[in-house]
């Protein structure tokens, strides 16, 4: 792109490159890490959770230590979100569904990161699944639950 423009000096083809490109660099550390940065949020047949780290796949970030997963029951009609099972700590992007939540039709997880030189990652990402014939289909993500944030290690991963 920039060497469309046919500068006159060629110095300025690398200089406005470069600038593009650090500008651009700097834009994703901040913004891919002020907030909890999962996305591609999967659910398999199985029940078996699978996400990316947009933070960590865009090399501005190292991948967290944990993720802590939140487990809900949700009921459609009036938007309520009820809590099943413990909290789960898992070392990379993947988790597995409680099985009380297996025959539901609508289902949330929290996602939380633990990554000591990321707070941002503390805030939860909701992620809804709904239920189809073909499988589980992520219905939508809301992002910056400030609800209960952990703060130690739980011995048990799943």
Known sequence: MVAEA???DPRATPYVADTLIARR???ARHWLNELNPIHDPRLDRQGRL????AAVTAEVATAPTDYVLTWYR???ATGEHTQVGEEAWTTGPDGRMPEPLRAEEYVAVLIRGIHVAQPGW???ARVHFRRTAEGW???GIERAFD???PTTRQPERS
Request: proline share 0%; no cysteine.
């Open 6 to 8: 046919r500068y006159s």
């Open 25 to 27: 660099d700097a834009v």
């Open 50 to 53: 699978t996400f990316d780290n």
């Open 74 to 76: 949700v009921d459609n």
């Open 122 to 124: 503390l805030r939860a």
């Open 137 to 139: 289909e992520t219905v």
């Open 147 to 149: 609800e209960r944030v």
